[in-house]
């Protein structure tokens, strides 16, 4: 996935499963070609196993995508950012977003809890 670390390994179809598979790691490197929105989408799509370019992930319906890639991207002095997040909720999926790349998604549960 042009050199972003989104959880996939070549034989994996999703980002990396944490505990009970209905929470995931994603990791967004912020010097490859991949905006910090994109990573997202992506990352999402593949959780609701549906193709980004054929069912749009609704991400501008509950963030500003433009304000995530410039505070999730390197200071204009080169430095990595490695304070501040942001949480939202995206089709059933609540996110954690860190500055420092690492990214939280968690199916939300179901049964009222």
Known sequence: MRGVNTGFDEDDTKP???ADETSYH???DATSDWLFSETLINAI???LNTNPTKTPIPLTDV???DALDVIFA???D???RNEGYV???ISDLDVF???NGHVFIRERPTDGT
């Open 16 to 18: 990396i499963p944490i």
């Open 26 to 28: 994603v990791y967004h």
């Open 45 to 47: 799509a593949v959780i």
């Open 63 to 65: 963030t500003d995508t």
């Open 74 to 76: 390197d200071t204009h």
């Open 78 to 80: 080169g430095r990595e």
């Open 87 to 89: 949480v939202f909720t």
């Open 97 to 99: 977003a860190h500055a």
